[in-house]
């Protein structure tokens, strides 16, 4: 069987029984397409051809070319699955990508956004909802689910009709790896969703053909992701302060909040669908530089 059939193979492993999502199978796809045009270029044709020589080499010709840490890391990790799931199955009598080493991808805080900044954002969402155009009052509950349930943005936009409970105020979400969720939300964003289902949502979609998507543009389709980023953008960047202007901006943002507020860290990971508590933990960093700051604003002796 050829390298390139081998990769189908294994690709079409990660989709159907490990439930990657389509994005994180995209971003295998490449590294591993890049990887095996390596490694012909260079006389390899069997899987056994590919050793731990030609994967450091692989790494060692894109750190050259300047790519960013977090990307060699990335593409460290691809190659080590692959190599793995090809030994698990006999393709490779040993496994390679079990010693190869990458730099760790330097993990930058996330951007957090301040109680009283949040409050003014809201605000004027608010004040611009309250003139009853739809898109307005759209986009309020939109922000006001982001933030409260902590969502990602390919968790929101693929919200179904079905997935609210609007009686006990929670959302079933689908995460990474097909994995769902139930996570709540509170009263404002009760109101705004509700105000929305009720009256912005039927507006939206008067004559246009029915859909179970929670949330749709102005032709009645599913909102897409990019619009949820633009809406997103445009809110922060009335707001001071440096780092991703992005829809995970509120993600990180609730994160931070309800460690603040005393919330248990496991709680956390499970509110967020986190996998590993490791991931969870960057956000008791964001506490941690947040109280440093506090402490030599407002101490006589910092």
């Known amino acids: 069987m050829g390298l390139d059939a081998i990769l189908d193979d294994y690709l079409a492993h990660v989709t159907t029984e490990r439930g990657y999502s389509s994005h994180t199978v995209a971003a295998y796809r490449a590294d591993l397409v890049d990887l095996l045009s390596f490694a012909e270029e260079r006389g390899v044709t ?16 894109a750190t050259e070319r300047g790519l960013a840490r977090a990307t060699i890391a990335r ?39 301040g109680a009283p900044a949040l409050d003014g954002a809201f605000a004027r969402l608010a004040a611009r909802a309250a003139g009853d155009d739809p898109v307005a009052v759209r986009d309020l509950a939109i922000i006001e689910l982001l933030y409260a349930s902590a969502l990602r943005v390919s968790e929101l936009v693929g919200l179904d009709l079905g997935d609210l409970d609007r009686r006990r105020r929670t959302v079933r979400v689908t995460g990474k790896g097909s994995k769902e969720r139930v ?16 009256s912005a949502r039927p507006a939206m979609l008067a004559g ?8 749709v543009g102005a032709r009645g389709a599913r909102m897409g992701s990019r619009s949820v980023y633009r809406l997103v953008a ?22 931070t909040h309800l460690l603040d507020g005393g919330a248990d860290l496991r709680a956390v990971q499970e509110f967020l669908g986190h996998a590993s508590l490791g991931t969870t933990q960057i956000y008791t960093h964001v506490s941690a530089e947040r109280l440093k700051e506090s402490y030599r604003t407002a101490h006589p002796r910092a």
């Open 46 to 61: 069997t899987t056994e051809g590919i050793d731990l020589t030609v994967l450091r080499d692989w790494l060692w010709v």
């Open 75 to 113: 593409r460290a990790a691809s190659a080590r699955g692959f190599t793995h799931w090809m030994a698990r199955r006999g393709d490779l009598a040993n496994d390679p990508g079990a010693r190869l080493r990458a730099p760790r991808a330097q993990r930058t805080l996330p951007r957090v956004v």
């Open 183 to 198: 996570v709540p939300y509170g009263a404002p964003a009760a109101r705004a969703i509700d105000r929305y289902l009720e």
């Open 234 to 255: 445009s809110i922060l960047e009335q707001i001071p302060g440096t780092g991703p202007s992005g829809p995970h901006a509120f993600r990180h943002t609730a994160a």
């Open 208 to 215: 246009r053909a029915a859909t179970p998507a929670v949330f």
